[in-house]
C-alpha cells in the first residue's frame, strides 16, 4: 500500500474519531438539558403545592423536596451557623442557619434568610433576635446535601464579637434535610428569606446541537479533502 493511501486511511479514522467524540458531547450535553428540565419542573411543581406537615414530608425526602412544609418546635440560639459568600442586591453578605428542635425531638437547621456583613472578616453581623419558647414554622423543605460541607463560620456564644470555624456536620447530629424559612408564629421584622434558585434550562440544548454541527463539519471537510485529491 502506497504512503498516500496510507496517509488518507489515517485521515479518514480520525474524522470518525472527531466526529464520535462530537456525538459523545452531543448526547451528554442532551442528557443534561433534559436532567436539568426535569428538576425545574419538579421544583416548580413542588413550590406551587398545598403546605405538608413536615412528619408526612419526610417520608420521602427526595420526593417533597421544595415542597412548603409546617412544623413546631424551638430554636437553638446558641447553635448558629453562617454560609458567607451569600449577596443581595449586589450587597456581601451571609445566610444565618440556626439549629430547630422539633415536638417530635429531630434536630434540623432552618435557614432564616440573608444578613449583611459585619464592618470586617471576623466581626459576626448583626441578626435578628432568635423567638423563645415554642414556635410554629414554614418553610421550603431542602436537602442537606444542598449545603456546603466542611466548616462554617460559627457566630460567637460568650460574646467577643469574634467568628470562628465549625464543623456542624461533625459537632451537632441531625436530619439530612433542613428548612428554608418562610414565615413563622412569631410577629418580627421582615428578613430577607432564602432565595429560590434561577430556573432556566441553561444551554444544553443549544451545546448539544453544536455538538452536532461540529460533528457535521469534520465529515464535511473530510469529503472536500478527499475531493480536492
Not at 133 to 144: F, H, K, S, T
Request: glycine share 8%; proline share 4%; charged share 20%.
Amino acid at each position: 500500500m502506497r504512503n498516500r493511501e496510507k496517509f488518507s486511511i489515517l485521515k479518514s479514522v480520525t474524522a470518525l474519531a472527531l466526529i464520535l467524540l462530537c456525538l459523545i458531547a452531543a448526547q451528554w450535553q442532551y442528557h443534561r438539558g433534559l436532567d436539568r428540565h426535569h428538576r425545574n419542573y419538579l421544583i416548580e411543581k413542588n413550590i406551587a403545592a398545598a403546605t405538608l406537615n413536615l412528619t408526612v414530608a419526610e417520608k420521602n425526602l427526595i420526593v417533597n423536596e421544595w415542597r412548603t412544609v409546617s412544623t413546631s418546635g424551638i430554636f437553638v440560639p446558641t447553635q448558629t451557623i453562617l454560609i458567607r459568600n451569600r449577596y443581595y442586591e449586589g450587597k456581601y453578605g451571609f445566610e444565618y442557619l440556626t439549629l430547630f428542635i422539633n415536638e417530635e425531638g429531630k434536630k434540623f437547621w432552618v435557614d432564616r434568610g440573608w444578613v449583611i456583613a459585619g464592618k470586617d472578616a471576623v466581626t459576626a453581623p448583626t441578626l435578628p433576635a432568635t423567638p423563645t419558647g415554642n414556635v410554629q414554622i414554614v418553610g421550603r423543605l431542602r436537602l442537606d446535601t444542598s449545603l456546603p460541607q466542611g466548616s462554617f463560620f460559627a457566630l460567637p456564644t460568650l460574646g467577643g464579637g469574634l467568628i470562628s470555624k465549625w464543623n456542624a456536620q461533625k459537632e451537632v447530629a441531625t436530619e439530612p434535610f433542613y428548612l428554608d424559612l418562610l414565615s413563622g408564629s412569631w410577629h418580627s421584622a421582615a428578613t430577607v428569606t432564602a432565595q429560590l434558585p434561577e430556573l432556566s434550562d441553561g444551554p444544553h440544548m443549544a451545546y448539544a446541537l453544536q455538538w452536532l454541527f461540529f460533528a457535521g463539519l469534520v465529515g464535511y471537510g473530510r469529503v472536500l479533502i478527499r475531493r480536492s485529491r
